[in-house]
């Protein structure tokens, strides 16, 4: 269909009508295709790349390697030639991506190979092995009772209720959702590890659900059924550190009744509500509509340690990623990665309430933040959370679109 569009406008029209043809094709035949704005601005990116004057010129360069270029005028056996010399495998740079990309692909085709290997593999102790190895159930056994000993201790809610009785900021609400949120599923762990424990002895009926849970556990993958809380990639060790690390957070708030000089938002189970009470505080404060409001960020130069009072307005967060990308902090700006070089740490980000911001300016990326790696949908609820302002530096900002960076909340180790 795009096809015969473009040649229905070619012969109908002596101008070429490349507002027409990029609305047709990206929009319309596209765009009914594509329901991620994300996605979208992508594929409207490489619409206004190659839909251009300028590429009907010869020569004129389709990405910084050197064999893509539009050929000059000739036969159709010339075209046959030229395409017949280009390289059977593309190049990530062909498509305007890093080669780190590549790398990424490689790596998760890598652990689904394995993945499926992992799954195809027997739930039975070998008999040559039997005399020194332990049996699944043992293994099963041993890494639940680790975990179980791990775990944090749960929040006293009512305690902390009583402390902030006098406090109605909607960040009292956030903590006090969150501490709720977590306590219930450190019971539900608790009390599944328990059970399993006593399924695997004999002491009760080893359920569906108490069969999944003891699969995970001896893959070393988090239950299904932990994640309803907040979705994670992460294998059962790390997500085991991180829920401590979430549970530490919210307990030193809890236990000062000060929220925290720098907020690490991705220890909330719900990152957009914490977002939105920030809105409401300043709101609030300044006795203006929270719809008016929208953020303005600032990349802090200064390291953490030396980040000791919390702003004015706002908060400062925390532990983000940026993939696909890298940060210059002495420039303040997006610079290329490292080759293998696959997701790089950001200082803190001021996120700044601002009342009838103005649109972005030029130089500006604008950077989809997402809860973890996987950026579809997850659990139930997209995984973009914010849209974060970083300034693009030497590129342009569609440079960085083509690459696909975004920050990430958390990563899947």
């Known amino acids: 269909m795009s096809e015969k569009i473009l040649v229905n406008y070619l012969e109908m029209y002596e101008d070429t009508q490349w507002d027409a043809l990029k609305y047709l094709i990206a929009s319309v035949n596209y765009g009914g295709h594509v329901t991620d704005d994300w996605d979208m601005r992508l594929l409207q990116t490489y619409m206004n790349t190659y839909y251009k004057e300028d590429t009907l010129q010869p020569f004129f360069k389709l990405s910084n390697l050197p064999y893509y270029y539009v050929p ?4 159709l056996q010339s075209h046959r030639d030229f395409v017949s010399m280009l390289p059977n495998n593309d190049h990530p740079e062909a498509f ?24 195809l593999q027997p739930q039975v102790t070998s008999s040559a092995n039997k005399a ?3 049996s699944i159930e043992e293994e ?30 909607p960040l009292k609400i956030v903590l006090l959702q969150e501490i709720e949120r977590y306590n219930i ?15 695997i002895k004999g002491l009760v ?20 059924s932990w994640q309803k809380m907040y979705p994670s990639m992460k294998p059962l060790s790390s997500w085991t550190r991180d829920l401590t690390m979430r549970v530490e957070q919210l307990a030193k708030w809890s236990e000062t009744a000060k929220p925290p000089v720098l907020f690490w938002m991705s220890g909330f189970t719900f990152p957009t509500g914490f977002l939105t009470a920030v809105l409401q505080t300043a709101a609030r404060l300044n006795n203006i509509s929270v719809d008016s ?18 702003p004015k307005d706002g908060v400062y967060i925390k532990g983000l990623f940026l993939e696909a990308a890298a940060w210059d902090k002495k420039a303040g700006c997006l610079i290329e ?19 009838n911001k103005k649109k972005v300016s030029k130089g500006m990326y604008v950077c989809p933040c997402y809860v973890y790696p996987n950026r579809a949908v997850g659990s139930g609820r997209p995984s973009f959370v914010v849209a974060v302002d970083l300034k693009s530096g030497a590129m342009a900002p569609d440079h960085y679109v083509k690459r696909g960076t975004a920050l990430l909340m958390s990563l899947d180790n």
């Open 337 to 355: 990665p490292e080759p293998m070089q696959l997701v790089c740490s950001m200082p803190t980000i001021h996120f700044k309430p601002v009342e």
């Open 132 to 134: 020194n190895a332990k």
């Open 140 to 169: 099963v056994m041993d890494m639940a009772t680790k975990v179980i000993e791990s775990l944090p201790s749960k929040i006293d809610y009512e305690g902390t209720k009583k402390i902030f009785s006098e406090d109605n900021s």
């Open 96 to 119: 305007g991506q890093h080669p780190n990309a590549d790398i990424a692909s490689q790596i998760k085709e890598t652990q689904l190979l394995f993945d499926t290997l992992l799954s």
């Open 185 to 199: 599923l450190l019971e539900d762990i608790n009390l599944s590890l328990v059970s399993l424990q006593k399924g």
């Open 293 to 310: 409001l929208s953020w303005e960020f600032t990349v802090m130069q200064t390291d953490d340690q030396y980040i000791t009072e919390a």
């Open 205 to 224: 009926v080893m359920s569906s659900d108490l069969e999944e849970i003891f699969k995970c556990i001896y893959e070393a993958k988090v239950p299904p």
């Open 72 to 75: 000059k005028d000739g036969s």
